[in-house]
Antibody, heavy 119, light 109 residues
Framework: EVQLVESGGGLVKPGGSLRLSCAASGFTFSSYSMNWVRQAPGKGLEWVSSISSSSSYIYYADSVKGRFTISRDNAKNSLYLQMNSLRAEDTAVYYC????????????WGQGTLVTVSS | QTVVTQEPSLTVSPGGTVTLTCASSTGAVTSGYYPNWFQQKPGQAPRALIYSTSNKHSWTPARFSGSLLGGKAALTLSGVQPEDEAEYYCLLYYGGAGVFGTGTKVTVL
């Protein structure tokens, strides 16, 4: 059974940093591209970042470019999101999601971790 | 900044048909944008329904179908069931970066 379990969320002050993790199991993690997607309270989905299976290709939404860094450790079956210079508008539930292939996004999703940016 | 626009809300009767659309601010949506569709119910993570315009996942009910319609990506629900009441999002890809649509709330009434 595929499992994606996010962790690392919490309350952080504006300007602060946080590192999210996503532990993957039930599939060959090193073979798939992975994504971070967020959802602010009561709002829609926002694609944040993606990383290819070997970390060769990395993409970011304009809203987080230069502040967030996506990475992965295939030996540990883990995906990460380093978030710096956090703003109130970064407050959201952050989901990690696996792509099946280049055309099939978000095949599997975690349950999300809540990040709250507030003073 | 690229914006992907969906109808904010649609209402459909049980057994009826409804079509949701997904428009790009950059112009016509083509298969090259790899349109994906997701369903999200309150308190749940999204669930993939359609990928690459019209392909269904193994769990996608037959009543859901995807297409390109008038320069937009489209999701059609035929023979709507009460359990189809949910928020629906499209996702388009622009050179590797994804952009979700604004979402459509489908009410079954």
């Amino acid at each position: 059974e595929v499992q994606l379990v996010e962790s690392g969320g919490g309350l952080v002050k504006p300007g602060g940093s946080l590192r999210l993790s996503c532990a993957a199991s039930g599939f060959t993690f090193s073979s798939y591209s992975m994504n971070w997607v967020r959802q602010a309270p009561g709002k829609g989905l926002e694609w944040v970042s993606s990383i290819s299976s070997s970390s060769s290709y990395i993409y970011y939404a304009d809203s987080v470019k230069g502040r967030f860094t996506i990475s992965r450790d295939n030996a540990k079956n883990s995906l990460y999101l380093q978030m710096n210079s956090l703003r109130a508008e970064d407050t959201a539930v952050y989901y990690c999601a696996r792509d099946l292939n280049i055309a099939a996004a978000g095949y599997d999703w975690g349950q999300g971790t809540l990040v709250t940016v507030s003073s | 900044q690229t914006v992907v626009t969906q109808e904010p809300s649609l209402t459909v009767s049980p057994g009826g048909t409804v079509t949701l659309t997904c428009a790009s601010s950059t112009g016509a949506v083509t298969s090259g944008y790899y349109p994906n569709w997701f369903q999200q119910k309150p308190g749940q993570a999204p669930r993939a329904l359609i990928y690459s315009t019209s392909n269904k996942h193994s769990w996608t009910p037959a009543r859901f179908s995807g297409s390109l319609l008038g320069g937009k990506a489209a999701l059609t629900l035929s023979g709507v069931q009460p359990e189809d009441e949910a928020e629906y999002y499209c996702l388009l890809y622009y050179g590797g970066a994804g952009v979700f649509g604004t979402g459509t709330k489908v009410t079954v009434l």
